[in-house]
Nanobody, 123 residues
Framework: VQLQASGGGLVQAGGSLRLSCAAS????????MGWFRQAPGKEREFVAA????????YYADSVKGRFTISRDNAKNTVYLQMNSLKPEDTAVYYC?????????????????WGQGTLVTVSS
């Protein structure tokens, strides 16, 4: 399974970006897709997750109301729409897939990871 994240870039505070994560491989069957982020000097943290079959979404408190996670099952792609961006959202964003369970908030629950895409929010 390969995950390809894209869509990062430089944006001013208050702006928006949409990240994409395309999954590929001989057999792709995921329970949960998640987005995490890691800011310089900080640990990687949970951002959002979505169940692959039911589309149930989960968010970190820090992004609730500003970020929206969605998926396109036909394209095996997950999106993260980020609005009202703040400088503290600056980080490398990673997508990941949990192919074993519905657990979603701990990075150790995930089996495969994308390469990361950098989001920089200027003040």
């Amino acid at each position: 399974v390969q995950l390809q994240a894209s869509g990062g870039g430089l944006v001013q505070a208050g702006g928006s970006l949409r990240l994409s994560c395309a999954a590929s491989g001989r057999t792709f069957r995921s329970y949960v897709m998640g987005w995490f982020r890691q800011a310089p000097g900080k640990e990687r943290e949970f951002v959002a997750a979505i169940t692959w079959s039911g589309g149930i979404t989960y968010y970190a408190d820090s992004v609730k109301g500003r970020f929206t996670i969605s998926r396109d099952n036909a394209k095996n792609t997950v999106y993260l729409q980020m609005n009202s961006l703040k400088p503290e959202d600056t980080a490398v964003y990673y997508c990941a897939t949990n192919m074993r369970s519905m657990r979603r908030r701990d990075e150790y629950d995930y089996d495969y990871w994308g390469q990361g895409t950098l989001v920089t929010v200027s003040s």
